[in-house]
């Protein structure tokens, strides 16, 4: 059963935009934190952005001022708007959510390449 879908991905030049969404399965219910994750080959996953149920966001230091996060609860999805792409921000992007009683869901991953 498949409970975070993901889509957006793909390539784009240095400097372009892509947008990620990430929809959560209505059995995933009491969502209190969606967030996105990435990881390059050879590194360790890393926080991108989440955001809180009530909007509050944090941000990986190497997105801010490029990258926003946002959400629509009523469809549980959540947004990630990325501008000024860099080479660096190549990476597969996970989808997180954090639920009530301590649950956590991971998506399949989406990829992102920046490149010319």
């Known amino acids: 059963q498949v409970q975070l879908v993901e889509s957006g991905g793909g390539l784009v030049q240095p400097g372009g935009s892509l947008r990620l969404s990430c929809a959560a399965s209505?059995?995933?219910?009491?969502?209190?934190?969606m967030g996105w994750y990435r990881q390059a080959p050879g590194n360790q996953r890393e926080l991108v952005a989440r955001?809180?149920?009530?909007?509050?966001?944090n941000y990986a230091d190497s997105v801010k001022g490029r990258f926003t996060i946002s959400r629509d609860n009523a469809k549980n999805t959540a947004y990630l708007q990325m501008n000024s792409l860099k080479a660096e921000d190549t990476a597969v992007y996970y989808c997180?959510?954090?639920?009530?009683?301590?649950?956590?869901?991971w998506g399949q991953g989406t990829q992102v390449t920046v490149s010319v």
């Open positions: 997180n959510v954090e639920a009530g009683f301590s649950r956590q869901f």
């Open positions: 209505s059995s995933i219910f009491s969502i209190n934190v």
């Open positions: 955001i809180i149920r009530g909007g509050s966001t």
